[in-house]
């Protein structure tokens, strides 16, 4: 299902709880044409009928006939979008199939990892660090104070 707008969405969230508060959670599917056992079934808003607390409006599906019967035609649209793909430039091409057959990074790439690795590891550690976190005065934004106590 699509929303417009944000209160849309919790209304639907809204009444989809009502229902399954009043009446459970769905036990069946209602498709004729659907033969599967599923673990688990959803509550479905029947075509053309209002989002309202009105049981209905609503039919028990299971998940694929669920998604079947929601489909719409945008929908479909933006699915196709994200099964084709998006556009690639040539430089991150490159870079894919170079990581596809083993050469994994550039010269470049890992002077610059190599430089991270360093700022990160080579840090002095903090005296206070293990004192601090197993100290029985910890106290959220009391750690200044501690420090000068200890002194």
């Not at 009043?22 to 029947?46: D, F, M, T, V």
């Not at 690795?117 to 106290?139: C, E, G, L, R, V």
Request: aromatic share 14%; charged share 35%; net charge positive.
């Amino acid at each position: 299902m699509i929303f417009k707008t944000v209160a849309e969405k919790k209304h639907y969230d809204r009444v989809h709880q009502w229902i399954r508060y009043h009446y459970g959670s769905a036990k069946e599917c209602q498709n004729p044409n659907c033969n599967k056992s599923a673990k688990r079934y959803e509550w479905s808003l029947i075509k053309n009928k209002k989002c309202e607390k009105n049981i209905k409006n609503y039919k028990q599906l299971c998940p694929s006939c669920h998604r079947l019967y929601d489909m719409t035609e945008s929908f479909k649209n933006k699915l196709k979008f994200y099964r084709t793909g998006r556009k690639v430039s040539e430089q991150t091409r490159l870079r894919m199939r170079n990581a596809r057959i083993g050469k994994y990074h550039t010269k470049a790439t890992k002077e610059n990892m190599s430089r991270m690795h360093k700022k990160i590891w080579m840090k002095k550690p903090d005296p206070f660090y293990h004192f601090w976190t197993k100290s029985p005065f910890y106290i959220k934004g009391q750690r200044t104070k501690l420090k000068t106590l200890i002194k």
